[in-house]
């Protein structure tokens, strides 16, 4: 699935110095710089370290001037220009681009540990998972449930933190169609590790039929073991934590399951999304990512092999 996606970032889905966007592009180039300038100061310190070492000592030192010349050169000219540069450099280059242009906004709410992922315009949620169009810019409204997050696509963006107190704004563009993978960047407790999501950018075209799609409301399932499924999902009391519009499932404390069937990950880009893993996850979510609020269920294995077909159904 979505294998036509995988196109360049396929080997480096998280990795700063592959970048899939302008802002990105930037600070690859300031780090670029940085090493290799202060790359080539450690080399001539060294150099200079290795030349006093081995030199045959002057009788009385150099001369008073010589010394201070040196001092005023090496210890406060040079680093001055240096760091001066780089910052005049930090101040030009696109560390955030203007939000005004954007064309699509999405909010993100960070909770521990998972994303929710809302297209507001659309009146459409999903979670762990950001579908934008290529080469657009796209306003992000980003805030936190609960504790501190930090938002974090290494090939796109540098990061933004999640507040539970203020919503924060930003804009990315991806300039190339891929799935770039984000993290959280900031320690939110047991699961900070597993909070993870997936970034994909894609042609106009098939964003909006992607949109299209998702706008569509689910039909009853007719399948008896599709509906029997639906039946087990409130049986099994998972709508008190989750919702899935357009039935009576309204809980809030998970990720919203409307459209689980088309996502690629589960449990924050933890494992992939496919039916082996999602009855194992529906099984026991303690044994791949514990700690989480999902507990455990106990299902008679018809019941859960029809409730996965049920989720799975939900793109
Ligand atoms: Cu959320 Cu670390």
């Not at 009385?60 to 910052?87: C, K, N």
Request: net charge neutral; proline share 6%; with cysteine.
């Amino acid at each position: 699935m979505l294998d036509w996606l995988l196109g360049i970032h396929r080997d480096h889905p998280q990795s700063a110095f592959h970048v899939g966007g302008p802002v990105a592009s930037d600070i690859a180039s300031l780090t670029f710089w940085m090493v290799a300038v202060f790359g080539a100061v450690f080399l001539i310190v060294m150099l200079l370290l290795v030349f006093a070492l081995v030199r045959k000592r002057v009788p009385h030192g150099l001369s008073e001037s010589a010394s201070v010349g040196m001092i005023v050169v090496g210890g406060l000219i040079t680093p001055t220009v240096v760091l001066l540069g780089f910052m005049i450099y930090a101040f030009f280059i696109e560390l955030e681009l203007p939000t005004s242009r954007s064309t699509v906004e999405i909010e993100v709410t960070g909770h521990m540990w998972w994303w929710d992922v809302r297209y507001p315009e659309h009146d459409l949620t999903t979670a762990n998972e950001i579908i934008i169009p290529v080469g657009e810019p796209i306003r992000l409204k980003i805030r936190s449930a609960d504790v501190i997050h930090s938002f974090w696509v290494p090939n796109l963006h540098g990061k933004m933190d999640l507040k539970p107190d203020r919503t924060n704004i930003f804009t990315l563009r991806a300039d190339k169609p891929g799935i770039y993978r984000g993290q959280c960047a900031e320690y939110c407790g047991t699961q900070h590790a597993l909070m993870a999501f997936q970034v994909v950018a894609m042609e106009r075209s098939r964003y909006d039929g992607w949109i299209r799609e998702r706008a569509r409301p689910h039909a009853e399932p007719i399948d008896p073991v599709l509906a029997r499924g639906k039946q087990v999902f409130f049986e099994a009391a998972c709508n008190n934590c989750h919702a899935i519009k357009g039935t009576a499932a309204v809980g809030r404390i998970g990720p919203d399951l409307t459209h689980i069937g088309s996502r690629l990950t589960l449990g924050a880009a933890a494992i992939p999304n496919s039916r082996a893993h999602l009855s194992g996850w529906i099984s026991n979510p303690q044994a791949i990512k514990p700690g989480n609020k999902m507990p455990a269920s106990y299902l008679k294995s018809e019941d859960l092999h029809a409730l996965v077909l049920y989720m799975l159904s939900l793109e």
